[in-house]
């Protein structure tokens, strides 16, 4: 079993910046990739960024690429988010996720990550 516990969420104007931390614990040899995603409401929730644990590759979706980035700390077991220029579209609960396995082809999709942090609100005003 792996927990996942995310923070550093909360409210800031457009164009200001915030850093997610998810801290993964338990049996977290078993997970390969974590990734963040976000719901907004009355939105699916969708993936924004993955990294694969052993070499570091990156992912992100079109809508963040250049302005958030996805970093880890395996010695930690921790995954951050840092966001800079945020919109109030970025209005949302972010969500770790892990799974055993990620691809450019999987690392967004919902049903590849096995664990789920409770999630962390990021609210953007205009």
């Known amino acids: 079993q792996v927990e996942l516990v995310e923070s550093g969420g909360g409210s800031v104007q457009a164009g200001g910046s915030l850093r997610l931390s998810c801290a993964a614990s338990?049996?977290?040899?078993?997970?390969?990739?974590l990734g963040w995603f976000r719901q907004a409401p009355g939105k699916e929730r969708e993936g924004v960024a993955a990294i694969v644990r052993g070499g570091g590759t990156t992912y992100y979706a079109d809508s963040v690429k250049g302005r958030f980035t996805i970093s880890q700390d395996n010695a930690k077991n921790t995954a951050y988010l840092r966001m800079n220029s945020l919109k109030p579209e970025d209005t949302a609960m972010y969500y770790c996720?892990?799974?055993?396995?990620?691809?450019?082809?999987?690392?967004?999709?919902?049903?590849?990550?096995?664990?789920w942090g409770q999630g962390t609100q990021v609210t953007v005003s205009s």
């Open positions: 996720a892990a799974s055993f396995y990620c691809s450019w082809v999987s690392w967004s999709v919902l049903d590849e990550y096995s664990y």
């Open positions: 338990g049996y977290t040899d078993s997970i390969n990739c």
